[in-house]
């Protein structure tokens, strides 16, 4: 590849290009510049949103906003030609006993996994930190 600055950084907000979840943001919550036996290419495990919160008005009852601040989350590794680097970064402090590679080998770990980003993203949604990495991209 070109030389290029090493700019893929966990934490790094992404746009997935190609596939189920294509137009979906993710966060890279660990890269693989150099690549690996297996995956000999740049790529990157991302912790992205499936299905965003939905919008929420001052006069929704406690429950509705509760139901409408759910997030469904998804876990994938990407080659980097099907990510896009944005400028922002979000620290969203993920478990990496939980989220790493190994959980992809194991359907239960990979739920684990799951879970756990859903929890750390949805607290993070309700701090009302980082509001443009919740909102569905719009093109």
């Given amino acids: 590849a070109a030389i290029m600055g090493k700019f893929m950084k966990s934490g790094k907000v992404v746009l997935i290009l190609s596939g189920r979840f294509a137009g979906r943001k993710a966060l890279i919550v660990r890269n693989y510049d150099e690549g690996s036996s297996e995956k ?45 680097p944005t400028r922002y970064s979000v620290d969203v402090p993920l478990d990496k006993n939980d989220v790493n590679k190994d959980a992809f080998k194991d359907p239960a770990k990979r739920r684990k996994a799951r879970r756990e980003i859903k929890s750390r993203f949805e607290e993070r949604y309700k701090t009302g930190k980082n509001k443009w990495f919740f909102q569905k991209l719009r093109f």
């Avoid at 006069?59 to 896009?84: C, D, E």
């Fill in 40 to 84: 000999p290419y740049g790529h990157a495990l991302v912790a992205g949103i499936d299905r965003y919160p939905r919008i929420v008005t001052k006069k929704m009852s406690k429950k509705k906003v509760a139901g409408r601040s759910k997030i469904k989350t998804f876990v994938r590794v990407y080659n980097y030609n099907h990510l896009m």
